[in-house]
């Protein structure tokens, strides 16, 4: 009993407590640097008074410490698209000579130096040869084996060109079944486009010359295209278009669709063509490039006559469709 007793005794005794200072709670917080909305780009500049001299009521560190950071979000971008410079260009940015190394070497010296620039790296006359299609075709259907050729050739710069042209077919141990040359100016008249006017001359099936006018280039998407209208000296008009697109698989393979089209404005019995659409020939071709002037390819073509031309033929006992095997190179130097 004496024991509990104490130890009742105890837990009544007062137990002092940790200094704390409550001497703040009342007390007003201490007021927070006014913040320079007009330094910060927070408000519009003609809200804003005249900037003083470098120096004047600039903040401190001690200024800058109660500032709250987190408004700073919406802080105007001077780097925004439209947004206004803060001081316009000096005009002595827009005085002086068109070309500065004139003030120093005078334009006596640079004029000429000048020139020979251009004619080194803008003016070039450049030529090249390509051989589009040398190839074998194989009929699938019985029909006669034969070999086509397609390449031209031009020499000029960017703007003016010479191009030689030239394409043909004919059949293995026959006779040539058609050839043609053309020599055309080539003009650019875009970017992308050459406008091409010139002549052509047939000399089989049948000996026959031609006015040429037509386009070629790069059409959206990577499609090269080739088209041409031929005005005969018999008055015969047709047209021709081809495109194609090289669809790259890897760095050295190259799948290249491509077709073909003509049409005759009237008919030309003695080359057996009816008017209209004359003829079509899709194919597809996988080159390799063991270098790029140098690529094997093989592949197939799909060759059909229509409307009257199919006509002619068939009633010359002749298949107006069929498939080929192609196997042949393009090459280039």
């Known amino acids: 009993m004496i024991r509990t007793a104490m130890l009742a005794g105890a837990l009544l005794l007062p137990t002092p407590l940790s200094a704390q200072d409550h001497a703040a709670h009342g007390a007003e917080p201490e007021a927070q640097a006014e913040m320079d909305h007009c330094a910060m780009g927070h408000l519009p500049p003609e809200q804003c008074p005249p900037k003083g001299e ?13 500032m709250d950071h987190g408004s700073h979000g919406d802080m105007a971008d001077k780097a ?22 004139d003030a120093i070497w005078g334009s006596d010296s640079m004029a000429p130096a000048r020139r020979q620039l251009a004619r080194e790296n803008g003016g070039m006359t450049t030529g090249m040869v390509l051989v589009e299609r040398l190839e074998a075709r194989l009929a699938t259907d019985g029909g006669e084996d034969g070999y086509v ?40 008249i875009g970017p992308f486009f050459d406008l091409q006017a010139g002549v052509r001359f047939d000399p089989e099936p049948d000996s026959r010359t031609h006015l040429v006018l037509g386009v070629a280039g790069l059409a959206p998407y990577m499609f090269h295209v080739d088209g041409a209208l031929f005005l005969s000296d018999r008055g015969d008009l047709t047209a021709r278009i081809e495109a194609e697109y090289d669809q790259k698989i890897t760095q050295r393979l190259i799948l290249q669709p491509r077709i073909e089209a003509e049409f005759a404005a009237q008919d030309i019995p003695e080359r057996e063509t009816g008017a209209g659409f004359t003829g ?16 094997p390819y093989m592949g197939v073509e799909y060759e059909a006559k229509l409307g009257g031309t199919a006509d002619i033929a068939r009633a010359r006992g002749a298949d107006p469709e069929g498939f080929k095997a192609v196997i042949g190179l393009r090459t280039w130097f």
């Open 149 to 188: 050729w397609d390449a031209q050739a031009w020499y000029g710069g960017d703007i003016n060109r010479f191009v030689l042209k030239t394409e043909g077919e004919g059949e293995f141990g026959g006779a040539l079944e058609d050839a043609e040359i053309q020599a055309l100016y080539s003009r650019a």
């Open 54 to 66: 470098p120096g004047e009521d600039t903040p401190t560190a001690a200024d800058m410490a109660g």
């Open 80 to 101: 925004a698209p439209g947004a206004e410079p803060e001081d316009a260009v000096p005009p002595r940015a827009l005085r002086g000579p068109e070309h500065a190394a």
């Open 280 to 295: 079509i020939e899709p194919g597809l071709r996988l080159r390799y490039e063991i270098v790029p002037e140098f690529a």
